[in-house]
């Protein structure tokens, strides 16, 4: 079974700055996606960014990036240049194996921005 | 475009009763999810229809929850009996298939079980 482990439940950073939000998966598929989500206190899930198992760059998106490590099974979030409007709540989540599409969720990370 | 809409946005109940919580997809696509999302914890999938039929209903708890999307858009998820337990965010997300199949949700139906 795969399993989606988000060992910060919250995590603070001051306005500007970078943060970064951990993540590791296990999986014994080759083939997998990874993806993020950001879920505001309206309870919205807004998709940030994506990253395939046979990608060979890191995703990235604007202020957000993905650090990749395929061996070490982890693919952290990187917000860079922190705004107010990052507070949330923020998911990693795993769709596979193989042709499965659902998506394993995380337990998630409350980010706080402070001014 | 529009995106992923969910009706009720709030859903309250009595223990016993039967609810439906619909969804409507974005225009076009073909993959549909439905999850549910308890408090302080990730979302869990519960089941995905591949145009008209249910593709994958392994996360369905129990046969008091059923789903249909008999025209392949709009689907609702039905519960019956409801319990207190089922209280939670219904999210609903769509997709594309092929490429990264990013799945894209709505804004979830928040159901509390009196």
């Known amino acids: 079974a795969q399993k989606i482990t988000q060992t910060q439940p919250g995590m603070f950073v001051q306005e500007k700055e970078a943060v970064t939000l951990d993540c590791t998966y296990d999986t014994s598929d080759p083939s997998y996606g990874l993806f993020w989500y950001k879920q505001p206190s309206s309870g919205e899930m807004i998709f940030l960014i994506y990253?395939?198992?046979?990608?060979?760059q890191n995703a990235t998106e604007g202020r957000y990036s993905l650090n990749f490590q395929k061996a070490r099974k982890s693919a952290n979030l990187v917000i860079s240049a922190s705004q107010l409007g990052d507070s949330a709540m923020y998911f990693c989540a795993m769709r596979g194996p193989g042709s499965a599409r659902q998506l394993t969720f995380g337990s998630g990370t409350q980010l706080t921005v402070l001014p | 475009g529009a995106g992923v809409s969910q009706t009720p946005s709030n859903k309250v109940t009595e223990k016993g009763k039967y609810v439906e919580l619909r969804c409507d997809p974005i225009?076009?696509?073909?993959?549909l999810y439905w999850y549910r999302q308890s408090l302080g914890q990730g979302p869990e999938f519960l089941i995905y229809f591949q145009g008209t039929g249910a593709a994958d209903d392994s996360g369905l708890p129990n046969d008091r929850f059923f789903a249909v999307r008999p025209e392949g858009s709009v689907s609702t998820l039905k519960i019956q009996r409801t319990e207190r337990g089922d209280s939670a965010v219904y999210l609903c997300?769509?997709?594309?298939?092929?490429?990264?199949?990013?799945?894209?949700f709505g804004p979830g139906t928040r159901l509390l079980v009196l």
């Open positions: 225009s076009g696509h073909t993959a």
């Open positions: 997300a769509s997709s594309s298939v092929g490429g990264e199949e990013t799945q894209y």
């Open positions: 990253q395939g198992s046979y990608d060979q």
